[in-house]
């Protein structure tokens, strides 16, 4: 194989030169087929300009794209971006409004080509265009309030004026004098305020059109995080709020004082009519046992007086019927019995004398023995007369 070689150098070094040739239009042929298509992305717009004509051509869906050795610049459909814009206010404070935004690009080819003809690359739309508009923006909506406002009351509208006037146009504006007082030295000063111009339906009067609305660019996702203040306007808004929470706290208590008052005085009004209430209570009580006890009484009076007519009526009664047995029969029963009870007396007490002495000394008895028994027929008769009672036995 060396002999070969050696015997034929030239067909050798041929060989080798073939090869090197075919290598450098390999590798030539490798770079030059990224310059004949082009990859997009489906978040990317690709302009690719023909090298002969200078004619654009936009691809806005994803896949390989014919280039053909034209120049290639690309776009994103939707590009984070910071900001860091300057602020003035109203009372001459100013800050720095920082935060992020999204920019949105047109998809149709005339605005694209708009775009391109004028800024030519991503970083030129958002620098020039878009970051510009931001800036102006922002500092325009600083003088329609103040820097205390911007810090608290009036911070949503800060967002809200900056975002409507980047999709609508700067506001137009007017100039009013107006006198405020300083809340720290309490001095009042005269300060310019600028206010919206509102046409007849109310609605914000524009001083220009949208120029992002002009190319069809929309700003999405504007999200301010932060409002750095200058140094001065910082201690300035300290110290009002500092000044702010003491009244309120002030206020507070003058109202939880307030409060106390009205709480002791809702208190004693209750007690008060607590103590009036227990002594209508007590009232009403000693009414309903009066009236009660008004009503036992004229119920036992009733009760007395039903008694004393029943007693009356039954008194009546027994004597009635004693004078209808009187008038029947003279009442004999007890007239009997009556006699029955004296005879019986006087023949006990009779019984207790002797009626024949101990001692005679001569002559009759007869005369005492006369005596006893006229005694006994006296008494007899008296008691029959006293009586009215007839011992008779009548045919």
């Known amino acids: 194989m060396n002999e070969r070689l050696s015997m034929n150098p030239k067909g050798a070094l041929g060989s080798k030169v073939i090869a090197a040739v075919s290598v450098v239009f390999l590798i030539l042929g490798f770079f030059l087929s990224f310059m004949v298509f082009e990859n997009v992305d489906a978040d990317e717009i690709v302009c690719v300009q023909d090298?002969?004509?200078?004619?654009?051509?936009?691809?806005v869906d994803a896949g390989i794209k014919w280039q053909g050795f034209g120049k290639v610049t690309t776009y994103k459909k939707l590009a984070d971006h910071e900001f860091d814009a300057p602020v003035m206010f109203n009372d001459n404070g100013t800050g720095k409004l920082i935060g992020t935004y999204q920019v949105e690009l047109p998809l149709d080819i005339q605005h694209l080509t708009s775009l391109h003809t004028k800024f030519n690359s991503q970083e030129s739309i958002e620098k020039s265009l878009v970051q510009a508009t931001v800036d102006k923006v922002v500092y325009m909506t600083g003088p329609l309030m103040s820097s205390k406002e911007s810090s608290a009351e009036r911070k949503t509208d800060l967002i809200r004026f900056i975002a409507d006037q980047l999709d609508n146009g700067v506001f137009r504006t007017t100039q009013k004098i107006t006198t405020v007082e300083d809340q720290m030295s309490k001095e009042k000063r005269t300060v310019t305020v600028a206010?919206?111009?509102?046409?007849?339906?109310?609605?914000?009067?524009?001083?220009?059109?949208?120029?992002?609305?002009?190319?069809?660019?929309?700003?999405v996702n504007f999200a301010p995080r932060n409002l750095d203040y200058d140094e001065t306007v910082k201690k300035q808004i300290a110290d009002q709020q500092k000044i702010t929470m003491e009244v309120q706290t002030a206020r507070a208590h003058a109202l939880e004082a307030e409060q106390r008052r009205i709480t002791a005085e809702a208190d004693g009004k209750a007690a008060v009519m607590t103590a009036q209430y227990q002594e209508e209570e007590k009232k009403i009580r000693?009414?309903?046992?009066?009236?009660?006890?008004?009503?036992v009484a004229s119920l036992e009076r009733d009760t007395a007086e039903f008694t004393r007519q029943k007693l009356i009526l039954e008194g009546q009664g027994e004597a009635e019927k004693k004078r209808l047995i009187m008038a029947a029969d003279g009442a004999l029963e007890k007239k009997l019995d009556t006699y029955e009870k004296v005879m019986a007396r006087f023949a006990q007490e009779f019984g207790k004398h002797r009626l024949v002495p101990d001692i005679q000394m001569g002559g009759s008895t007869s005369g005492n023995d006369n005596a006893a028994a006229n005694l006994i027929n006296l008494l007899t008769t008296k008691t029959a007369k006293d009586l009215a009672l007839d011992m008779k036995i009548h045919k």
């Open 286 to 295: 000693a009414l309903v046992g009066a009236e009660q006890r008004k009503g």
């Open 195 to 219: 206010e919206i111009s509102l046409d007849k339906d109310g609605k914000p009067e524009r001083q220009e059109s949208s120029v992002l609305a002009t190319y069809g660019i929309k700003i």
């Open 51 to 59: 090298w002969g004509d200078g004619e654009l051509h936009w691809h």
